[in-house]
């Protein structure tokens, strides 16, 4: 199994992949109803505020669901919807999760690669 290439910056923002670089999982957080958000968010649907602050979670999560990417150039990848434990959903990477299932407890680890952006994968917690 092999990583995807480099990961560029991308919606996700500066802070989110400057968090990363020192690991830290750093998400969307509403200013005025304190609701989490994944770091692509750009509103909150709970007051209509498009002025989401950042805010460094605790990068524990669940596994919600999973499936594997196959790319043209025969790459794989593990690639997971995760709840983090403040509540936000965001898609990230799954790493060393032997066997998956619904609700398993994760954490979030940060990868910092010689080319292209630090970024947090996700693996089993307890382990
Ligand atoms: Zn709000």
Redesign the pocket.
């Known amino acids: 199994m092999t990583a995807i290439g480099p990961v560029r910056r991308d919606g996700r923002g500066d802070p989110f992949f400057d968090g990363a670089a020192s690991d830290r999982l750093v998400v969307r957080r509403?200013a005025?109803?304190e609701?989490w958000f994944a770091p692509d968010a750009t509103g909150?649907p709970?007051?209509g505020?498009d002025d989401l602050t950042w805010a460094e979670a605790s990068g524990e999560a669940v596994l919600v669901s999973w499936a594997v990417a196959h790319f043209r150039t025969g790459e794989t990848a593990p690639l997971a919807l995760v709840e983090l434990a403040e509540g936000p959903w965001m898609y990230t990477r799954l790493e060393a999760v032997a066997a998956p299932r619904e609700g398993l407890p994760l954490r979030a680890r940060f990868v910092h690669p010689d080319e292209g952006e630090s970024y947090p994968v996700f693996e089993e917690r307890g382990r």
């Open positions: 509403c005025s109803c609701r909150c709970g007051c505020t």
